[in-house]
């Protein structure tokens, strides 16, 4: 797939230094950083999933890590390359509106601008199945059903959907913070 180099060409990096508030010489350490763990030129499934057990391990991020994987390949082409990658980084430095736009690609799955029942639950069940039966246990909402009340009714909005105007409100409340700090543990 994709091609072995050890230095980026400068075409590339011009383009993220356009693209990202990178400078030049954190580019080029990125991209060394990214080939030397990543000869073939794009991050596995399976290495995104060994680095969230060595995070979680009394815990399974299998589901988890199928919605990062997908979240993180930005360009949609089924690998999380360089590109995808460096954009991430520079995403997650940021506090902006973009850095909520990426985070709710977590949760909005179908991709249709909008967080339903479905995918807000089966977000928390990964995320509590990552985190392992002892560990919730020990939460409050210990169950996948309640966490996804809470979020809900902590809204107001009497609606099982969340917008991403309500997403935007949702990222500084408690019960939240915890699921995105896991988010947040991917870099
Ligand atoms: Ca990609
Ligand atoms: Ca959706």
Redesign the pocket.
């Given at each position: 797939m994709g091609k072995v180099n050890s230095k980026i060409s400068s075409e590339d990096c011009a383009k993220f230094l356009k693209k990202t508030s990178f400078t030049k010489k954190e580019i080029y350490q990125w991209y060394k950083c990214f080939y030397k763990s990543c000869p073939e030129g794009f991050i596995s499934k399976e290495q995104l999933l060994n680095m969230y057990y060595g995070v979680f391990p009394c815990g399974n991020p299998r589901n988890f890590v199928d919605i990062a994987y997908k979240a993180i390949d930005l360009n949609n082409d089924g690998s999380i390359t360089f590109d995808d990658f460096i954009i991430t980084l520079d995403v997650c430095k940021r506090n902006s509106n973009e850095k909520i736009d990426w985070i709710f690609r977590f949760f909005?799955?179908?991709n249709?601008g909008?967080?339903?029942k479905k995918?807000l639950t089966n977000f928390v069940d990964a995320i509590y199945q990552m985190l392992g039966k002892k560990e919730v246990e020990s939460l409050l909402d210990n169950t996948v059903e309640k966490r996804v009340n809470t979020i809900l009714s902590s809204l107001n909005t009497n609606k099982d959907i969340i917008t991403k105007e309500d997403f935007g409100k949702l990222i500084n409340n408690n019960q939240t913070k915890e699921l995105l700090a896991i988010i947040k543990l991917m870099i």
């Open positions: 909005d799955v179908d249709d909008i967080i339903n995918e």
